[in-house]
T-cell receptor, first 114, second 109 residues
Framework: SAVISQKPSRDICQRGTSLTIQCQVD?????MFWYRQQPGQSLTLIATANQGSEATYESGFVIDKFPISRPNLTFSTLTVSNMSPEDSSIYLC???????????FGPGTRLTVL | GENVEQHPSTLSVQEGDSAVIKCTYS??????FPWYKQELGKGPQLIIDIRSNVGEKKDQRIAVTLNKTAKHFSLHITETQPEDSAVYFC????????FGTGTSLTVIP
């Protein structure tokens, strides 16, 4: 498995501002993923972030709203831009260790937008 | 794309009883089926998984069964304990993970 940390663990933000969430892994991984989990809901994939290439976004998510960086094999950031209350969710990063497709998740960032 | 349905959405059992959660999927190309446990305030934790070339897998009190023909798979927890209380998600994967809607399990002491 992998040890994954996220910062911040939670935040309360004002409408119209932006928040950058960091994801750090204790080993080098090719594939990292960002998910959104709205209150009481399942997980929805936002984008796949591979080191050295542009992130691939899922339908309904755009780069201008959720820019992602992947500067190296152990780190990624997700920015939630121009936030509205509808962006209040848990944001989770996960990694695929490259063996058997298994994904491991970080602890999540709990975002509340007022 | 894939569609994963999960039932029930909530489940309450007495401590020591068994719990069963069922998922169905639509894409016959899906070949990997993990189960995650999410405790309050935490990220999902992988608890068991199964691949399409296997019909059943066990790990202590947890087991998963897969019926490829019927496109359904199930999580079985025996001798439930209060610490099993959590939300459980199934997933089916082909080229990406598709998650079920979750089951909130409560084990009553």
């Amino acid at each position: 498995s992998a040890v994954i940390s996220q910062k911040p663990s939670r935040d309360i933000c004002q409408r119209g501002t932006s928040l950058t969430i960091q994801c750090q892994v204790d080993s080098q991984v090719t594939m990292m993923f960002w998910y959104r989990q709205q209150p009481g809901q399942s997980l929805t994939l936002i984008a796949t972030a591979n080191q050295g290439s542009e992130a691939t976004y899922e339908s309904g998510f755009v780069i201008d709203k959720f820019p992602i960086s992947r500067p190296n094999l152990t780190f990624s950031t997700l920015t939630v831009s121009n936030m509205s209350p509808e962006d209040s969710s848990i944001y989770l990063c996960s990694v695929d260790l490259g063996a058997l497709d298994t994904q491991y998740f970080g602890p999540g960032t709990r975002l509340t937008v007022l | 794309g894939e569609n994963v349905e999960q039932h029930p959405s909530t489940l309450s059992v007495q401590e020591g009883d068994s719990a069963v959660i069922k998922c169905t999927y639509s894409d016959s190309a899906s070949n990997y089926f993990p189960w995650y446990k999410q405790e309050l305030g935490k990220g999902p934790q992988l608890i068991i998984d199964i691949r399409s070339n296997v019909g059943e897998k066990k790990d202590q009190r947890i087991a998963v069964t897969l019926n490829k023909t019927a496109k359904h798979f199930s999580l079985h927890i025996t001798e439930t304990q209060p610490e099993d209380s959590a939300v459980y998600f199934c997933a089916a994967t082909g080229n990406q993970f598709y998650f079920g809607t979750g089951t909130s399990l409560t084990v009553i002491p």
